[in-house]
Structures are given as structure tokens and as C-alpha cells.
């Protein structure tokens, strides 16, 4: 990518996750594309979304997984299959 | 709290043993983090609880073969993940190819700028609303692409280990998430759009 990356390429860089790993170049260039073109920085607050949405969603952990009598009964169903 | 290096080794040591309260131990330490996984890749807890099970069940059965310089718990993470793919195969949910990066390249014109636009979300601030909508958009992701966002997102796991896991290449992983974030985006702004 030697001047100013392509809508196409911005929205694809972002959806592979690969914009912290770019070189210091690339990002300033991308970072100045959003400036300039209002449909890739909406992509970007969107791939943002995504991001904190799934952490949020797989992360959590219900009170109930901790229940003992879970582990209980896969104890007991290994020890009597 | 995780137990240290010789803690867990010598956990492996009793339950090479066979020795009493070792397996216990195992399966309470280990139950609601696979319970948790078995959920994230969109099992019913009836389900995750069934996955846990087989998965404690075949690494005692294959408890020699263990290396103890492997991690215990993203060694467990990997045969959940088959048991996973297992069960899914037998409901028979498979996974279909889908058609996303398509979709996406016809939204570029020959120069590769916008030829139609993403629409949705405006806002970089997640609320509950789009949170709903995220969540109910990632019920169709394959059970892959839960996977590796659960051990990225939940367990903070590397790109290496989460490769291990699923059996893939750095490059196939990249591609996964990269479609499964496509189809998340494409979901997303259709639903929004359906709202308002």
C-alpha cells in the first residue's frame, strides 16, 4: 500500500482485524482516509461495535456455571457412565 | 485462582495416579470455563454440560498421551472443540459456505471505492440495543468462528494457541474472523434497517 489506500481496502484491513498490526505508515494513511470518506470511518465504528459487543457477549459467565451441582453431576456420570 | 506450574503438574501426576479427589478437583476447576465455551459456540446448557462431560471423559481416557508442557486448559478447549463439531455434525447443523465475501466485494466499484455504502450504527457507542442486535446476528456464525471469538474475546487467548485449538493456519484463521465480522457487519446493518 504506497499512497492512500482504497475504500476496499480500508473496509478490508479493518474486517481482518489487521489495522493495529499495520506498519505506523499505513495507519496514518487509513486514519486520514476515515477523515476524508465518512462511509469507511461508519465501517469502522461499526467493526468497533462488533468487536466490543462480542468481548461483552463471550465473556460472561452466568452465576449459574458456577453451580456445584454441575460439576456434581458430570462427577458422578464419570464415575458411574 | 488458577493453580501455579507445580500445582497443575502435580494435579496431572494424581490423576496419572489414579489417586482419590484428583478427577474431582479437575472437573470443578475446569467445568465452568468448558460450560462457558460450550455456550459461546450457541449450545443449549443441556448441551454445553453434555460437551463438558465427553470432554473430561476423553482426556482421562488419553490422560498418558498429555504433555504436561501443553496448557491443560486450552488442551481441554481443543477436545471440547471437536466433541463440539461432533454433536453438530449428528444434529445435522452443518455449517454451509456462505456467500459474504461476495456480497462484500460488490460493494466496491472497479476503482475500489463505495458502490453501496454501509448503512446502520452511525455511533461508535454500544448500547443495548445494538448489543441485542449483535448477539442475535451472531447466532449465525458457524461453530468456528464462535470458537475463536470466544478464546480471542474471553479468554484472551494468542492467535497460536487459538490455531491449536481449531486446527487451522495463521492465514485460515484471519480469513474466518474476517468473514465471520463481514457477516456480523452485513447482519447488523439489515436489522437496523428492519428497526427503523
Known amino acids: 500500500m504506497m499512497g492512500m489506500p482504497s475504500c476496499r481496502e480500508v473496509a478490508r484491513m479493518l474486517a481482518e482485524g489487521e ?3 499495520a506498519p505506523r505508515r499505513v495507519r496514518w494513511m487509513v486514519r486520514l482516509h476515515f477523515a476524508m470518506c465518512r462511509h469507511c470511518d461508519r465501517f469502522a465504528r461499526q467493526m468497533g461495535l462488533i468487536s466490543r459487543a462480542l468481548k461483552h457477549m463471550m465473556s460472561r459467565r452466568p452465576d449459574e456455571l458456577n453451580r456445584p451441582d454441575i460439576a456434581q453431576r458430570i462427577i458422578a456420570r464419570l464415575k458411574h457412565p | 485462582m488458577a493453580p501455579s506450574n ?3 503438574e502435580a494435579d496431572i501426576t494424581a490423576l ?3 489417586e482419590g ?3 474431582e478437583r479437575l472437573v470443578r476447576e475446569h467445568t465452568p470455563a468448558l460450560m462457558a465455551a460450550g455456550l459461546a ?8 454440560e453434555e460437551l463438558a462431560q465427553e470432554t473430561f471423559s476423553a482426556f482421562l481416557e488419553a490422560i498418558d498421551r498429555f ?14 472443540y471437536n466433541k463440539a463439531l461432533d454433536l453438530r455434525r449428528k444434529r445435522r447443523r452443518e455449517e454451509s459456505l456462505d456467500a459474504v465475501e461476495g456480497e462484500f466485494e460488490k460493494r466496491f466499484n472497479a476503482r475500489g471505492m463505495w458502490a453501496s455504502p454501509p448503512k446502520g450504527p452511525e455511533d461508535s457507542a454500544l448500547n443495548a440495543e445494538i448489543q441485542t442486535l449483535i448477539e442475535q446476528c451472531a447466532e449465525g456464525l458457524s461453530a468456528s468462528q464462535r470458537a475463536a471469538f470466544f478464546l480471542k474475546e474471553a479468554e484472551g487467548e494468542s492467535a497460536e ?4 485449538v481449531l486446527g487451522v493456519s495463521y492465514t485460515n484463521l484471519r480469513v474466518l474472523m474476517y468473514r465471520a465480522r463481514l457477516k456480523l457487519r452485513e447482519c447488523l446493518e439489515r436489522n437496523w434497517e428492519k428497526r427503523s
Open chain 1, 19 to 21: 489495522f493495529q498490526n
Open chain 2, 6 to 8: 507445580t500445582e497443575a
Open chain 2, 16 to 18: 496419572r495416579r489414579r
Open chain 2, 21 to 23: 479427589g484428583a478427577m
Open chain 2, 41 to 48: 459456540m450457541g449450545f443449549s446448557q443441556a448441551d454445553a
Open chain 2, 67 to 80: 504433555e504436561s508442557r501443553s496448557r491443560l486448559k486450552t488442551y481441554l478447549f481443543g477436545i471440547l
Open chain 2, 161 to 164: 494457541a487459538i490455531c491449536n
